[in-house]
C-alpha cells in the first residue's frame, strides 16, 4: 500500500531558529501534497496545499514567509518552519494524493512533533 | 465548500457494547467521506471511506460506516467494543480529485472494563 515517510518525528528546537520537515512518498507519486498542524486535543486544521513544481497555496491565517513549503519533486515535500516561536509548537502532519490513482485516498505520514523552546 | 460536524467530543462505552460515533457533513458537490482513528502522538490511520457505490461501508477492525444522502450523515459503528479501540476518532470529507480532507473536531472514545 502507499506509504508516507515523514520526518523527524520530534523536534526539540530554540526559539529564533528554524526547522524542516520533510514528507517523502516511498512507493508513489505524488502530484498533490497537504499540510496539517494539529494542537493538542485538537482537529487537524490544514495549512497549505502544495502541488509539485509550483508555489504552495496557504490558507487564511497562515503566514507562507513563516511557513515555507517546497515541492521539488513527485515523492517529496518539505516545511520549514522560520524562526520559530512557542507558539508554533505543534503537532505537524503532511499528507499526500496518489499522482495515478487519486481515489485511492490520502496517505498521511506519522506527524512531527515540534517543542521550541 | 465542504464541512464536517462531529456530534461528541467524547464517547465512553463499556467493553463489549455498540459503539456509534456520529458524524454529519455539509458539501456543495457529491462528498468523499472517510473516518480515521488516530492514538496519541501518532498520525492518521484509515478506517474506511466512501466515494461512490455501496453506501454500506466496512473498514477495518470492525467498523462500519453507513452514508446516508438524505440526512448528510456518515456514522461510524462497531458492534462490540474492545479495550484497544479507546482513540481520537476523526470524520473528514472532501469534494474528491486533488482538494484536501477538511476535518471535524474529532471524538475521543473510551472505553470501559
Known amino acids: 500500500g502507499a506509504v508516507v515517510s515523514q520526518h523527524p518525528s520530534r523536534v526539540i528546537c530554540k526559539s529564533g531558529t528554524s526547522v524542516k520537515i520533510e514528507c517523502r512518498s516511498l512507493d508513489f507519486q505524488a502530484t498533490t501534497m497537504f499540510w496539517y498542524r494539529q494542537f493538542p486535543k485538537q482537529s487537524l486544521m490544514l495549512m497549505a496545499t502544495s502541488n509539485e513544481g509550483s508555489k504552495a497555496t496557504y490558507e487564511q491565517g497562515v503566514e507562507k514567509d513563516k511557513f515555507l513549503i517546497n515541492h521539488a519533486s513527485l515523492t517529496l515535500s518539505t516545511l520549514t518552519v522560520t524562526s520559530a516561536h512557542p507558539e508554533d509548537s505543534s503537532f505537524y502532519i503532511c499528507?499526500?494524493?496518489?499522482?495515478?490513482?487519486?481515489?485511492?485516498?490520502?496517505?498521511f505520514g506519522s506527524g512531527t512533533r515540534l517543542t521550541v523552546v | 465548500a465542504q464541512s464536517v460536524t462531529q456530534l461528541g467530543s467524547h464517547v465512553s462505552v463499556s467493553e463489549g457494547a455498540l459503539v456509534l460515533l456520529r458524524c454529519n457533513y455539509s458539501?456543495?458537490?457529491?462528498?468523499?467521506l472517510f473516518w480515521y482513528v488516530q492514538y496519541p502522538n501518532q498520525g492518521l490511520q484509515l478506517l474506511l471511506k466512501?466515494?461512490?457505490?455501496?453506501?454500506l461501508v466496512k473498514g477495518i477492525n470492525g467498523f462500519e460506516a453507513e452514508f446516508k444522502k438524505s440526512e448528510t450523515s456518515f456514522h461510524l459503528t462497531k458492534p462490540s467494543a474492545h479495550m484497544s479501540d479507546a482513540a481520537e476518532y476523526f470524520c473528514?470529507?472532501?469534494?474528491?480529485?486533488?482538494?484536501?480532507?477538511?476535518f471535524g473536531k474529532g471524538t475521543r472514545l473510551s472505553v470501559i472494563a
Open positions: 458539501s456543495s458537490v457529491p462528498p468523499y
Open positions: 473528514a470529507v472532501s469534494g474528491g480529485g486533488n482538494t484536501p480532507l477538511v
Open positions: 499528507s499526500a494524493r496518489n499522482r495515478i490513482t487519486s481515489s485511492d485516498g490520502y496517505t
Open positions: 466512501y466515494t461512490t457505490g455501496a453506501t
